[in-house]
């Protein structure tokens, strides 16, 4: 399977933040989840990637290119949909749409219009008139009409209902029923992740903590019950964190078959993506 | 693709594109009318100067405004250097558009004064270089530091032109040894040149720049 995007050693320096060596892969055909907490570096790091701010150093490969001396090829195959209204809200959609269509080679007026009408969305209306989630189906029925291969978004879904939500990801799984594609979207809704995501890419304070698939992941990991008296040093260093109480203690842990061997009663469950990533993120605190 | 970009501009800032449309037409008919002694070359640059700063100052305050709209077309394949080439082609644009207005005007409105090619590049030249100074600078120091520049510009104009029109004389006398065709030739190569370094060095700031 090629790798649709390659980060390699990103590293961009602000006052009071940095991102610092980010390196991970987009394999063909899969859903990644750029998972963080607010302020972790993920929109920076998307902004990074498309070069709307600058870089200190680290590569960008995208198709097997960098992006460096191809630029306008390799945008020409990227669909970008950002998490607020990146639009001249004074235009209407039709208006923005004329703006934004003549740059791609590929552009699509058919799906355009196919998309307008699955959203409801009218192109003659103001875009300072639209909803937030009106504006986020505009943007994806941008990022779709030009037969991009690669869709990134930065948090497409945040402060949507349920139901646009439900749908956003629907229509991202349809997108990749058609092979040699691939979806990077950022988030910090853990459940986006259950429902789509391949692979995820875990960001704390501008560092990367994980990069794997979804399911390796959740199967690595066990959160771990059991009697506060089985725990000394050398159990307590095999967790990733670890509440404890009088009683009982109760931790997320990657070595489980090594705690077996120690704590052979001990009470052992699938966690929730959401468990790990704070697992991960507690333990870098 | 650079027409999408000009189009661009004009879309975000129509509001004053019509204006642009009116002061073009009316200024020249304006002095003409209250200011007959004003006319001709002082009439025709008001209303470059007026249409083109004022566009050109609402469109860097909408710029200002959406700064995440320029940030969405730079992740399209549009090039970065074709947002700051199109700014240079409006301004190309509005001026021959007064050009053809006042001289419209001037053929059937004798009030409206009438002028020469080289009048009209000295106007050029002259607009040229207050805009080959200005962009740069703000696209260096952002619309909120430098809004002030042409403001100034457009409230000084009306007084300085007419003190111009009236007492100054800054014709150099050797220029009467140069023919008129080489002087005109001088002027647009000069206004031409301004531009072009204006742009230039107008695309590298911006290539650098953090647009959020």
């Not at chain 2, 001709?40 to 609402?58: D, I, K, R």
């Not at chain 2, 709209?69 to 074709?82: F, I, K």
Request: net charge neutral.
């Amino acid at each position: 399977m090629d790798n649709i995007l390659e980060v390699t050693g990103l590293n961009k320096r602000y006052n009071k933040f940095s991102l610092t060596d980010v390196s991970f892969t987009l394999p063909e055909g899969c859903i990644t989840g750029f998972i963080g907490a607010n302020g972790a570096g993920k929109t920076t790091t998307i902004r990074a990637i498309l070069g709307i701010i600058g870089r200190e150093s680290g590569r960008i490969r995208i198709f097997g290119k960098d992006l460096e001396g191809n630029e306008r090829s390799l945008k020409n195959r990227i669909g970008v949909v950002f998490d607020d209204s990146y639009f001249y809200d004074e235009l209407s959609m039709a208006e923005m749409k004329s703006i934004v269509a003549p740059a791609y080679d590929k552009w699509c007026e058919a799906d355009y219009r196919m998309y307008m009408e699955l959203f409801k969305l009218d192109g003659k209306q103001t875009i300072s008139t639209l909803s937030k989630g009106m504006k986020m189906k505009f943007a994806l029925a941008l990022a779709l009409s030009h037969k991009a291969e690669l869709l990134i978004m930065d948090e497409p879904t945040s402060g949507l209902d349920p139901q646009i939500r439900s749908q956003i990801l629907d229509i991202l799984g349809e997108y990749m029923k058609k092979g040699g594609r691939g979806v990077f979207f950022s988030t910090h809704i853990i459940s986006d992740l259950d429902k789509i995501a391949d692979t995820i890419v875990l960001i704390d304070s501008g560092r990367i903590i994980l990069d794997c698939e979804k399911d390796v992941l959740v199967d690595r990991h066990r959160r771990v019950k059991g009697d506060i008296s089985w725990l000394d040093n050398e159990s307590r260093a095999m967790f990733l964190d670890l509440q404890a109480t009088d009683y009982g203690f109760s931790g997320i842990t990657a070595r489980l078959d090594e705690l077996r061997r120690r704590m052979p009663d001990i009470l052992a469950e699938r966690p929730d993506i959401e468990d790990i990533m704070l697992a991960y993120i507690g333990r870098g605190k | 693709m650079l027409i999408h970009l000009v189009k661009k501009d004009i879309l975000i800032s129509k509001k004053y594109a019509q204006l642009v449309i009116l002061m073009a037409i009316g200024i020249p008919l304006f002095i003409g009318w209250r200011m007959p002694e004003f006319a001709q070359y002082t009439g025709f640059a008001l209303a470059v100067v007026f249409s083109e700063f004022m566009f050109f100052q609402n469109l860097s305050m909408k710029e200002n405004q959406y700064s995440k709209a320029s940030a969405l077309l730079c992740s399209t394949p549009y090039p970065s250097r074709g947002l700051v080439q199109s700014k240079y082609i409006v301004f190309i644009l509005i001026f021959v558009y007064c050009v053809l207005i006042y001289w419209i005007e001037s053929l059937f409105i004798p009030q409206v004064g009438s002028m020469n090619l080289t009048g009209v590049l000295a106007v050029f030249l002259g607009a040229s270089v207050v805009y080959s100074i200005y962009v740069p600078l703000q696209y260096k120091l952002g619309y909120d530091k430098t809004k002030i520049f042409f403001m100034l510009v457009i409230m000084a104009s009306p007084v300085s032109l007419a003190a111009f029109a009236k007492y100054g004389n800054l014709r150099p006398d050797f220029l009467d040894m140069i023919p008129v065709l080489l002087q005109n030739v001088l002027l647009f190569m000069a206004g031409a040149a301004v531009l072009l370094i204006s742009m230039k060095i107008s695309v590298h700031i911006y290539r650098h720049k953090e647009l959020i």
